[in-house]
C-alpha cells in the first residue's frame, strides 16, 4: 500500500481489489487479512461517504436504474401499478395468443404469489409488501420463457457499497521513521 501511495489521503482499494492491485499472494483471505491489520491499526477500512445502502428503482432512468432512497415506497407504488397495468391488458389464457407460459403474465404472478389468477391485479393494489411482491413477481416473469417485463417496472435493489482501505496514520509514521 505505501509503495501504491495507498495512504490516509487515498480513497482506498477495495477488499477485492487489495491482492490484485498490490500483487499480493496471501495464505489467508483478504478479508481476514484486512481485519487483523485493522485490529494491529495498520490498515483502516469503512463505508465511503455517503449512505450505508443505495436502493435502486431498476427500471428508471431508461433502464439504467435510478436512486431511489427515501422515495422506496413511491417507486415500488409505481412500479406495483405499472405491473398491474401490464399483467391486466395482456392476454387472456384462452385468447389463443397466450405466451406458453400457460397464461401469460397473470397466471406466472399469481403461481408466484400464491393466488388465483383473478386475484392478483386486487391484491397488486392492496398488500401492504410492495417491494417484495414486486421482486418476486418481476423475477418470475424474467426467469419464464416466452414471456419479458415492460419497460415500466422492474426490481427495487438494495446495494451496500463496498469498504474502502488504506494505510493508517499509525502505519505511516511507522514506516517513514
Known amino acids: 500500500m505505501w509503495e501504491q501511495g495507498i495512504d ?70 409505481e412500479g ?17 395468443a397466450a405466451a406458453t407460459d400457460g397464461g401469460g403474465k397473470v397466471s406466472l404472478v399469481a403461481d408466484e404469489l400464491d393466488l388465483v389468477s383473478d386475484k392478483v391485479v386486487d391484491f397488486l393494489h392492496t398488500t ?14 424474467q426467469e419464464a420463457d416466452g414471456v419479458e417485463c415492460k419497460s415500466d417496472y422492474g426490481e427495487i435493489v438494495f446495494i451496500n457499497p463496498p469498504h474502502r482501505h488504506n494505510l493508517s496514520k499509525k502505519a505511516i509514521t511507522l514506516y517513514a521513521g
Open 8 to 77: 490516509p489521503s487515498h480513497d482506498g482499494l477495495k477488499a477485492d481489489e487489495v491482492e490484485d492491485k498490490l500483487s499480493l499472494d496471501l495464505e489467508f483471505t483478504v478479508r481476514t487479512s484486512l481485519g487483523h491489520l485493522q485490529d494491529a491499526n495498520i490498515v483502516e477500512g469503512g463505508a465511503p461517504p455517503g449512505p450505508d445502502t443505495y436502493v435502486i428503482a431498476s427500471w428508471m432512468d431508461d433502464g439504467d436504474g435510478e436512486i431511489v432512497n427515501g422515495e422506496v415506497d413511491e417507486a415500488a407504488e
Open 128 to 141: 401492504d409488501r410492495k417491494v417484495e411482491v414486486l421482486n418476486d413477481a418481476v423475477q418470475a416473469i
Open 80 to 96: 406495483i401499478e405499472a405491473l398491474a397495468d401490464d399483467i391486466s391488458s395482456g392476454p387472456s389464457p384462452s385468447s389463443g
